[in-house]
């Protein structure tokens, strides 16, 4: 426990000390921290609940979306559209996994893609609110709090968004260490033994999946409110792949896989894709290739047993 | 009243050369996954492999079509069982999320690497002049390339059921599926028959992918945009339900361009919900056993 402690300090120092160092990429900072919140939020799912799903962008989109609308017809204030998107999000969560988690592998997996592909369609179509193809424009954020208006560097934004991740770690935190995080990762070792000992699974697996798409909803109503714009690859299943592989770069189900996935692929992302796209797809594949091959787990298992290997003490808490 | 026959008769003549295409891409992710539990996305690749293949050959070597899609058939469905052999085996008893992944890494390497030889652009079949008229059978005038996929396809079905229904090979495959520890003792070597089916189902996809080119265009974004499709139908036959699945795919064709022909904005939004209401009702699709 004292380890887990340390390693979740050393995140709140990673987010303090990234502006001091790099002060010149807070944007990308911001980035970092904004697919850092998406992917924890999927690794509830498919870290700790064992489900695979290829959709989670739908309730990311579907919060960036009611943020953004939020801000453009009604109300400015970033704190309501942080919980609008997450309430919005919540909805589409529990009506989606009233129909997704009657199902399990491939057909899941089908569901999650039609998920996702119907949200995309629907907010392509109803271009009159969302903008369609040209994405979401003219959203323009009141201060955070009443105080701290967005400037152009990006400061507010990084504080606001590091506020933001650092809040709903804590919230992440509570849940996986909670019992019922320890029923979740029971149901992903063992679903038919926990239904024999008369676990209440698929009442848990709709709670961790509604909670799982608000923490993403808020997570695109972050993206939504720093960059004041939305565009319908939000919704896109390349991008619901994306931040699957980040999370699988950092290791599911480890608690900090989503906090070294997610930087380090926004990192390898903004300095290979500038060169040339279409080989980026080239080195995403390979690199996940070598990743399932050699070292699966992710990186937060390998950096556990290289560190183990050095201590002599027993690796990471978490997926053995 | 004639009219509206004549629609109906032409949308359903449409929407089963549509799904006689579907089924050719599906039936062999059918087979993988209901025999060896293995979760490939990545089965488009291999039909996406089969349509480069022959319009290469077409174009380049001037091949005709027909030795074209032959040559890519065999090409790829060696390449499957080359796969097979060294790879895909290492995931049979790996975690769902490690199939999923290791599909993915293959879905994104082969969408890079199909774009660098030959551009983001569809690359377009000349059909031979035998196929691009239009010909009457009993019902009406159609086009002949239409008529003629969905020959192949009734073909297909019926020696694919023959195979698995009527041969000593697919009682060996139904054996390996019931269990495997049973047949390995009764001396089947159940290792060949998965690289045979693999092997099988990737050169299914390529046909599917070669003569279907003119339908669904070939393009290196090909294996994720049909993706969902080809799981649709298997996933609604139910697993390992390989005669479901023609049944289902031509269903699926059929309803789809009749819901397109009258909504064409929200067609696509409705046959996901159609799908989803399908299997909110029967969670295992159509399969006749339930596989745990």
Redesign the interface.
Known sequence: MTKTRVLDAAVVVALVLYPLLLPGYLDLGTRMIVMALFAMSLDLL?GYC?L?T?GHAAFFGVGAYSAGILAIRASADPLTGLLAGGVAAAILGLLAGT?LL??R???L???T??TV??VQ??AN?MNWLTGGADGLQGIDMDPVLGRFAFDLFGRVGYVYAAAVLALGFLVFRAVVDSNFGKSLVGIRENEPRMRAIGAPVDTRLRIAFVMSAALAGIAGALQAQVTEFVSLNAVS??FS?EI??ML?LGG?GRRYGAFLGAPLYVFMQDYLAKEDP?????W???M??A???FA?GGLTKWIGALVGRATHASPLPGRS | MRELLDLLVSLAFYGTAYGTVLYFLAVGLSVT?GLMRF?N?AHGVFAMAGGYLTVTLMSRAEVPFLPSVAVAVVAVTAFGMLLERTLCR?FYSA????Q???S??????????A??IYGPLAQPIELPAWLSGRISIGIGVFPAYRVFLIAIGLLLAVAIWFGIERSRFGASVRAAVDNRQMAESVGINVNRVFTICFGLGTGLAALGGSLGADLLPIHPAYP?DF??YF??V??VAG?GNIGGAFAVALGFGIVDTIVRYYLP??G??LM??L??AV??RK???FAPRVHA
């Open positions: 498919v064992g695979v290829l129909v009657r199902s592998r491939l057909t997996i089908m569901l893609l039609a592909l119907i369609e629907t179509r299943v390349e792949g699957l592989i699988i599911a279409a080989n980026w797809y080239l995403i594949g390979a996940l290739m990743i399932v091959l699966p | 996954l979760i996305l290492r975690p769902i999320l490690d999923v992944l290791f993915i890494a293959l879905i994104f390497m082969s969408i890079a690497i774009r660098y994720n993706l969902v799981l649709i298997v996933a697993m904005d929200l696509r939004i996901f919900l799908v989803m299997l909110f969670p295992h699709g």
